[in-house]
């Protein structure tokens, strides 16, 4: 088939490179996505070119000038000579699944050293509760879901407890986590509303700051990443109970170890409040319709489902402050040697 400049022939991606015709097989792949490139602006009409980037194991990237529709045929033959190949460029969006609003791929984030995480790769979420049949056929078919870590405590997995899928292999690392409750329209809400003080926020901020100054919940970030670092194949997926607290500071930690700046580190972490708010609206109804409900149980679910910069900002300062940079955290924390995390960057970007 011929795509372009471009043609696949006996499972190999034939093209012609300084004068030279090139054979690359299309196992070697890992990754192909489409890129646009136009006119800056508002107006599509603008738009100059799209093309297939390619990404091979040993780290080369080519680029072949294409229709977005030879772009999206090439890429579906491709992922038919070789499944294992990732696609798409999410940087860190919200894979589109039916029961679960809050999972996401890490993919396609770059870090400082102009790298990009493997999508397909690293998947944070909120609990697996109730997957739909055709979820569950998304993460093990198309994702390649290989491992699950729980973060949440025993009396949240007891209640709602993890879709067990096919081919995955399943951990429960607890991190002591009091701002994450048992969330579900009925009397689990209603008691952690009641049992939360009037002033919710200076609550949660100082459950973000135990967080790191908790040598328990530390050790258990650390039992995170030797998972982590330990992963063969396919896709790896933490969770907490809404996947914005504890998954969201695991997720903070770990952009941090593979050299993603603060910014693009505060804004996946702001990412929760978009994806969540269909769920906060429809919580906040099912308050409303309840007699007892004041305003200032509407005010404590909102800062249950929804997270602040400042958040994030405590936790790198807290690093700060107990051991002086993230590099010490890393080491003297997390447990994680320089060569550790050269490899779990090896591991993970390309």
Known sequence: MKYGKIRIEDGCLIFTRHMMINSLPCRDIVWAYMRREGADGSDARQLLASSLIIVTRRKKHYQFNMSEREVHDCIRLLRVLNPDMAVGYPRGGRIPLQSLPNTRDLGAIEAKD???????????????????????????????????????????????????????????????????????????????????????????????????????????????????????????????????????????????VLGVEEDMIREDFMRTNRYLEPELKYMQRFLMNRPDTDEKMLDKLKVLYQVKEEYIDIIFETIKIEYGSMEKFCRDGLYLKPKMTEELKNKYLI
């Open 114 to 256: 102009g790298r990009h995480i493997i999508p397909r790769k690293l998947l944070r979420s909120g609990e697996l509760y109730h997957i739909s049949s055709s979820d569950k056929e998304i993460l093990e078919n198309e994702y390649k879901l290989r491992t699950v870590i729980d973060l949440r405590r025993d009396d949240q997995r007891k209640i709602k407890p993890d879709t067990i899928m096919a081919g995955v292999e399943y951990y429960h690392i607890p991190v002591p986590d009091e701002d994450s409750p048992i969330i579900s329209p009925g009397k689990y809400l209603l008691e952690t509303l009641y049992a939360l003080p009037d002033n919710t926020e200076e609550f949660v901020k100082e459950q973000y700051r135990n967080l790191i100054l908790d040598q328990y919940c530390v050790k258990q970030f650390a039992r995170f990443f030797d998972v982590l670092f330990h992963q063969e194949s396919g896709a790896v997926l933490w969770h907490s109970g809404t996947g914005k607290s504890t998954a969201g500071v695991g997720t903070a930690l770990l952009l941090s």
